[in-house]
């Protein structure tokens, strides 16, 4: 299995910008989960999808992130405009909650920079 | 609620010294337990799990935790520090059947030689 894929790994822009990070989460695996990692907050759940539906957002810190999960396996987070304090790594994450223990597998994480 | 506290953001080692990282827990319900790793540059894996079936858990790695219940406690040990040990530590507790997962603030490890 390839693990969870993330793309891009780096990402440089302007504020203003609008910005999509992309995850592909394991093959059936039902519920996945993008994260952001920052020095100053540590790891932060943004939202969880189960079964491709958003079923908790409440971590999404502003209207300018939003996320979609169109089909089990391709999700987007999106920023729009891109800040400078949005700068941090995102990472995704996907579970199968139908298994016994909830173990999330991680993606590389993309690391964005907003200038 | 459930919480995790995890003691020492930064913890120092010499190589070839034994390995603690400290670990305790809030859950009102029977924990799961988890600690992952991160290396410079990538995202997290899992090291290992505590899912009730015995409560001295081994991992991955070299590593190893132990449940104490009366302690609410998971601490993540080994024997013999490597260089290649050097990473940022994350402690996660998860009750059976929810998908939300509680991650500590992490713990760096750096390995001295």
């Known amino acids: 299995d390839a693990g969870v894929i993330q793309s891009p790994r780096h990402e440089v822009t302007e504020m203003g910008q609008e910005v999509t990070l992309r995850c592909k989460p394991i093959?059936?695996?039902?519920?996945l989960f993008w994260y952001r990692q920052t020095m100053m907050r540590g790891l932060e759940l943004l939202i969880y999808f189960n079964n491709n539906v958003p079923i908790d957002d409440s971590g999404m810190p502003e209207d300018r992130f939003s996320a979609k999960m169109p089909n089990a396996s391709f999700s987007t987070l999106k920023i729009q405009p891109s800040e400078p304090r949005d700068s941090a790594v995102y990472f995704c994450?996907?579970?199968?909650?139908?298994?016994?223990?909830?173990?999330?597998?991680f993606g590389p994480g993309t690391r964005l920079t907003v200038l | 609620a459930q919480s995790v506290t995890q003691l020492g953001s930064h913890v120092s080692v010499s190589e070839g010294a034994l390995v603690l990282l400290r670990c305790n827990y809030s859950s009102s319900v029977p924990p799961y337990l988890f600690w992952y790793v991160q290396y410079p540059n990538q995202g997290l894996q899992l090291l290992l799990k505590?899912?009730?079936?015995?409560?001295l858990v081994k991992g991955i790695n070299g590593f190893e935790a132990e449940f104490k219940k009366s302690e609410t406690s998971f601490h993540l040990t080994k024997p013999s520090a490597h260089m290649s040990d050097a990473a940022e530590y994350f402690c996660?507790?998860?009750?059976?059947?929810?998908?939300?997962?509680?991650f500590g603030t992490g713990t760096r490890l750096k390995v001295l030689a």
């Open positions: 994450a996907s579970s199968n909650l139908a298994g016994k223990y909830n173990e999330q597998f």
């Open positions: 505590y899912t009730s079936a015995a409560t």
């Open positions: 093959s059936g695996h039902n519920s």
């Open positions: 996660a507790v998860g009750p059976s059947g929810t998908y939300k997962y509680i």
